[in-house]
């Protein structure tokens, strides 16, 4: 009996540690935060083929203590950019990258509207001192080609005001080739989004010190 209580004990002890351990290295490690849209939540694909999954794994390989988090929701416009930004920034992430805007511009909305939105969360991340980084998009001529230079005119101008960092746009080299997108021809596949790892996680790597 007594044996056995010790056994049992060791193994609480065991369970203790381990835990401990998974609690300090998830303490420890830094965060890097994609905010985005279907784009950042790998719409169309599993999990592990989105980019943020890819982006950790080369984090990991490259044995870099920083946790690399896709916070993706499809559908999501810039409306949501300041709701979200302040809800992921209570878990305290060290970087933030906002990638929002894609639907509104597919959906033709406002441009005074996209900046307005973006503008609000990038001026509460600055008065917050939360570190973000403005992602670049553009939206295809849909609605003329007037709209599609207003739109993206909005990205550069909000990051010279604000002091951001303007990443490159994330669909480069990928957008409107066929064989690196899925049928609906807006978002990537596999394929794709391994091209998009590779160049965004060359743009970050900077930043992860």
């Known amino acids: ?43 169309g694909v599993a999990q592990s083929a989105s980019f943020p999954h890819l982006i950790q794994k080369k984090v990991s390989e490259d044995k870099l203590d920083w946790k690399i988090i896709g916070a993706g929701s499809s559908g999501s416009t810039s409306a949501s950019a300041l709701s979200r930004l302040k809800w992921i920034a209570k878990e305290k992430p060290d970087y933030v990258m906002i990638l929002l805007g894609s639907n509104d511009g597919l959906r ?6 996209v900046e307005k939105n973006l503008a609000m969360a990038l001026e509460w991340a600055q008065k917050s001192k939360q570190k973000v980084i403005l992602g670049q998009l553009h939206v295809p001529p849909n609605y003329g080609a007037s709209y599609a230079r207003k739109f993206s005119e909005i990205y550069p101008r909000l990051a010279k005001k604000y002091k951001v960092d303007l990443a490159p746009f994330i669909l480069e080299s990928v957008v ?11 978002h990537p596949n596999e394929k794709g989004y391994q091209i998009i790892a590779d160049k965004m996680y060359k743009y970050i790597k900077p930043y992860l010190k």
Do not use: C, W
Not at 108 to 113: L, T, W
Not at 176 to 186: H, S
């Open 176 to 186: 409107g080739k066929p064989e690196l997108n899925l049928q609906d021809g807006v």
């Open 1 to 43: 009996m007594k044996i056995r209580l010790r056994f049992q004990a060791m193994q609480k002890l065991l369970l203790f540690v381990v835990l401990n351990f998974l609690f300090t290295s998830v303490l420890h490690a830094k965060t890097f935060v994609f905010l985005g849209d279907s784009l950042t939540e790998g719409y």
């Open 108 to 113: 033709g909305f406002k441009v005074e509207e």
